[in-house]
């Protein structure tokens, strides 16, 4: 918060009267402004207070969520922060996203925010958030300090987050004092979000038996079992990622109808034409946009999209919507920049699809996570021993790993609030575990074909094929959330047929 102080001393000199000042910082810098124009910043606004504040319609869910983990970790403290503004360049931020662990328990998206699990004398936990309150007006703070609201838009007092997120609501300039009020509860935090609260947590645990390894290890603890936790969506949490769905479909039909003005450009205009129905649907793009033509096909996270789009060439497209509630598609489409597959495309794009076929096939409750990555590369394995670019029997490609040289990636990962959901979720739950209903994951099968492997004909190198489609595990088997786009290579061409001029 910025520094206010009250009048200064006239300075000195010839005598002549010289009007108060007031001084405060904003982003480093020192202001001074006079008592006449402070009076007149205070007064004459209107109260823009909400009465009657609807809950986000989430609430009901992340009061569940809370209860889950709350059951995990009877009688301690559990300290989730949103994480805090993080700069650009000087005095410039990025846009700012909440830790996904703290948005999945509170529904909230303020930067500073702190979600805190209290445990209870008879059992569970009352959960707070704490949060910046809306900027004073008294002091000058809400047009004086750079996060003041005249300059950063208005926030929620703690009266309307309070109704809007079902949560107790207060200043979050009170919790290092709050949180030293009780040293002798156990706290575990989340870390890597918010370095003061940390510092703040360190604190009290310096005065417990707990050794640092043994404090790392107890947070750790907690965002492991949050993770798995999160492994399974309930049905709010599908809907947003069929909604992010939607809207990226959406979006690679824009990139469609915008190839022509691609070729005129480059691969920069793809990039912008998802990124604007991106921002016209949901909240950003969910992960940096891939959108790799000819040879940068071939290298597995392309983000430069500078290259050049060219007739006769191969469009790979990653892209995914993050909805306003920050959950994310991830979906690609390797499209004919001319509209119609080379025979040699379509032949590489046919053992592509083979392998995502036989890999959704594999997706039911009860089988193995590793169980459709399995599937896939022996399907890709085979197509690669027939071609003659590796040499079989395949069970012996398979069991050596052979096929890796051109195939690259695991098959597909979880899905949710982050594009690689879950990423701490214990093992035995997720890469070794069994897919339970709710479970939403990728299935992306690819092949890549380096421009400089002297492995494969000349005619192969350069070429890069990827299906990408999320899915659904269902208690009948799986549902695919991205049908919506085609994948046979006679759809693609009709799909782009009905686009291109």
């Known amino acids: 918060m910025s520094e206010h102080h009250s009048s200064r001393p006239q300075a000195e000199g010839d005598g002549a009267a010289e009007a108060p000042v007031f001084t405060a910082r904003k982003n480093g810098q020192e202001q001074t402004v006079s008592e006449e124009l402070a009076d007149w910043m205070r007064t004459g606004w209107a109260d823009t207070e909400s009465r009657d504040p609807q809950p986000i319609e989430q609430a009901a869910y992340t009061a569940k969520r809370r209860e889950a983990l709350s059951a995990r970790f009877p009688g301690e403290r559990l300290v989730v922060p949103a994480g805090n503004l993080k700069t650009r360049s000087n005095d410039t931020e990025y846009p700012f996203r909440p830790s996904c662990d703290y948005v999945y328990l509170s529904g909230d998206q303020s930067d500073d925010g702190c979600l805190v699990l209290e445990p209870r004398s008879g059992g569970g936990h009352d959960a707070t958030v704490y949060l910046r309150p809306r900027s004073n007006r008294d002091n000058g703070e809400f047009w004086l300090d750079g996060h003041g609201e005249l300059w950063s838009g208005r926030r929620h007092s703690l009266a309307e987050s309070a109704q809007r997120l079902g949560l107790q609501a207060h200043d979050v300039r009170r919790l290092p004092e709050v949180l030293s009020e009780a040293p002798e509860v156990p706290v575990r935090i989340l870390r890597g979000h918010d370095a003061s609260l940390e510092e703040v947590v360190g604190g009290l645990r310096a005065q417990s038996a707990d050794s640092a390894e043994t404090a790392a290890e107890r947070d750790e603890e907690l965002a492991v079992a949050l993770h798995d936790q999160r492994l399974v969506k309930d049905e709010w949490e599908v809907a947003q990622l069929q909604s992010a769905v939607d809207a990226t479909v959406l979006g690679f039909g824009d990139v469609a109808e915008a190839l022509p003005q691609a070729r005129a450009t480059s691969e920069r205009y793809i990039e912008g034409t998802f990124f604007l129905r991106a921002r016209v649907e949901g909240n950003d793009v969910g992960y940096g946009t891939i959108a790799a033509s000819g040879p940068n096909s071939t290298t597995l996270h392309w983000m430069r999209n500078d290259g050049p789009v060219r007739e006769g060439e191969l469009l790979l497209l990653d892209a995914g919507v993050e909805t306003t509630t920050l959950y994310t598609a991830d979906v690609t489409r390797t499209l004919p920049v001319s509209g119609r597959f080379t025979p040699l495309q379509r032949r590489v794009y046919d053992l592509v699809y083979a392998a995502q076929e036989a890999a959704i096939a594999a997706l039911a409750p009860g089988r193995p996570f590793t169980e ?39 098959t597909g990962h979880m899905l949710g609030l982050d594009v690689h959901d879950c990423a701490k979720a214990r093992t035995e739950t997720h890469l070794y575990g069994d897919l339970r209903p709710g479970m939403v994951l990728t299935v992306e099968p690819g092949l890549y074909f380096q421009p400089d492997d002297l492995t494969v004909p000349e005619e192969l190198r350069g070429i890069g094929v990827r299906i990408e489609d999320d899915v659904l595990v269902t208690s009948e088997g799986n549902r695919v959330l991205s049908a919506g786009l085609p994948r046979t290579a006679d759809d693609v061409e009709a799909w782009l047929a009905q686009r291109l001029p």
Request: glycine share 12%; hydrophobic share 40%.
């Open 372 to 410: 459709y990555h399995r599937v896939a590369q022996r399907t890709l394995a085979e197509g690669l021993v027939e071609w003659g670019l590796l040499e079989g029997p395949v069970d012996r490609v398979v069991e050596l790993g052979l096929q890796r040289r051109y195939t690259l990636h695991g």
